[in-house]
């Protein structure tokens, strides 16, 4: 089965930086573009970023553009998420997925603020 299982999350201060890793099975994740959102309190699930299969290709929000930074580890089954210069509005919780795949993981929960 098509499991996603997230980590990295935690506490930081504006203007700090974490990286996420999300760990996929249960599918070919090397033919997979692989995507990151996010859910704030209150609010809808939004995008974040994707990557492509063969990494050639990265798409972001505006929101985050310049400050995130997609990667994948195919030999891993591995997709990351650096995050720099992070502000209180990035506080979420991240989930990552796989195109035309309806599970989701737990998700890590990011929380910036001083």
């Known amino acids: 089965q098509v499991q996603f299982v997230e980590s990295g999350g935690g506490w930081v201060q504006p203007g700090g930086s974490l990286r996420l890793s999300c760990a996929a099975s249960?599918?070919?994740?090397?033919?997979?573009?692989m995507s990151w959102y996010r859910q704030a309190p209150g609010k809808e699930r939004e995008f974040v970023a994707y990557?492509?299969?063969?990494?050639?290709?990265?798409n972001y929000a505006e929101s985050v553009k310049g400050r995130f930074t997609i990667s994948r580890d195919n030999s891993k089954n591995t997709v990351y998420l650096q995050m720099n210069s992070l502000k209180p509005e990035d506080t979420a919780v991240y989930y990552c997925?796989?195109?035309?795949?309806?599970?989701w993981g737990q998700g890590t929960q990011v929380t910036v603020s001083s």
């Open positions: 997925n796989a195109y035309g795949y309806s599970s």
């Open positions: 249960g599918f070919t994740f090397n033919s997979n573009l």
């Open positions: 990557i492509s299969a063969t990494s050639r290709a990265t």
